[in-house]
C-alpha cells in the first residue's frame, strides 16, 4: 500500500474534523443527506451523461485503489538489475538461455519483451510491439484520470447548483422565519460538499495517477531499451550505464554492484 495516500486522505479528513469541532459545532449539523444527494449524485450524473459506462464503472472500481496501492515494479533499480542479470546470461549462453528465465517473470510486458527476443524478432518490431503496448496502457490510465478531473470540476459546480436551490427555496418565502435557516444549511453544505469532494479525493486521486502512470512509463521504457541491449549483444557495463541513465544521480551507485564484484572475483 502507498502510505502517502492513505496517510494524506486520513489527513485532509482530520483537518476538517478539527476545523469543525475546534470551532465548537457539532459533527452532526454538517451531515444533510438532501445535499450529499444534490452535489454526488449531481455530478455522478454529469459523469455518466459525459462518459460511456464501462468507464465510470471502472474508474469508480479502481481509480481509488490504484492510488493508494504501490505499483508492481515501482522499483526501477530492481528492474535495472534483473536485465543486468539475463544481459550476463544471455552473453554467457545466448539469448535462447533467456527462454528458461522468462518463465520466472511476473511482469507481462518484460515477459513479453523476453520472448519476443527470444524468438529472433527484428528489433524495430520489439520496439513497435512494446511501446504500442505502453501506448495503449497510456490511454487506459488516461481515461482514469480524465474520470476524477472531470469529478473535480463537476462537484463544487454541482454544489454551486444545490446552493441556489438553497437560495431560491429560502427567499420564496422569506416571512417563514423557520424555513430561513434550514435553507440556508443547505445552500451552504452543498457549497461545502463540492469543495470537499473536489480537493480531498478527485484531485489529489487524479494527481497521485499521473505521477503512478509517468513512473510506469518510465520503467517500461527502461525495459525496453534493456531489452533491445541485450538483443544487440552489448556488453552488460555498457548497458548497466546506459541504464543508470533513468536513474537520478543519487541513485546510480547503489545498481549493478554485485554484478561487478562478481566479475571482480571471477
Not at 479502481?62 to 542479470?85: C, F, H, M, R, W
Request: net charge negative; charged share 20%; proline share 3%.
Amino acid at each position: 500500500m502507498d502510505i502517502a495516500s492513505l496517510l494524506g486522505l486520513a489527513l485532509g479528513i482530520g483537518m476538517t474534523l478539527f476545523g469543525i469541532i475546534s470551532s465548537g459545532a457539532s459533527v452532526s449539523s454538517y451531515i444533510d443527506v438532501p445535499s450529499i444527494i444534490i452535489t454526488i449524485g449531481g455530478s455522478l450524473s454529469a459523469l455518466l451523461t459525459s462518459m460511456k459506462l464501462p468507464d465510470v464503472i471502472n474508474a469508480l472500481k479502481n481509480g481509488i485503489s490504484l492510488a493508494v496501492k504501490e505499483p508492481k515494479n515501482s522499483d526501477p533499480k530492481q528492474v535495472i538489475q534483473t536485465i543486468l542479470d539475463m544481459a550476463n546470461v544471455a552473453r554467457k549462453e545466448g539469448l535462447l538461455a533467456l527462454e528458461e528465465t522468462a518463465n520466472g517473470i511476473e511482469d507481462e510486458f518484460l515477459k513479453k519483451g523476453v520472448m519476443l527476443v527470444v524468438d529472433g524478432t527484428d528489433a524495430d518490431l520489439v520496439r513497435a510491439i512494446l511501446e504500442n503496448d505502453m501506448s495503449s496502457m497510456v490511454a487506459r490510465h488516461q481515461t482514469i484520470i480524465g474520470f476524477f478531473d472531470f469529478w473535480a470540476a463537476q462537484g463544487p459546480a454541482w454544489g454551486m447548483i444545490g446552493t441556489l436551490i438553497g437560495l431560491i427555496n429560502m427567499l420564496k418565502d422569506l416571512q417563514d422565519a423557520s424555513s430561513i435557516g434550514p435553507n440556508m444549511a443547505v445552500a451552504l453544505i452543498t457549497t461545502f460538499y463540492g469543495s470537499l469532494l473536489a480537493n480531498w479525493i478527485c484531485q489529489p486521486i487524479e494527481q497521485k495517477l499521473k505521477v503512478n502512470s509517468d513512473a510506469e512509463v518510465q520503467t517500461k521504457s527502461l525495459m525496453v531499451e534493456g531489452l533491445l541491449s541485450i538483443q544487440a549483444g552489448e556488453n552488460p557495463r555498457v548497458i548497466e550505464e546506459k541504464l543508470k541513465t533513468f536513474l537520478a544521480p543519487s541513485e546510480r551507485n547503489s545498481v549493478g554492484t554485485e554484478s561487478e564484484k562478481e566479475g571482480g572475483e571471477g
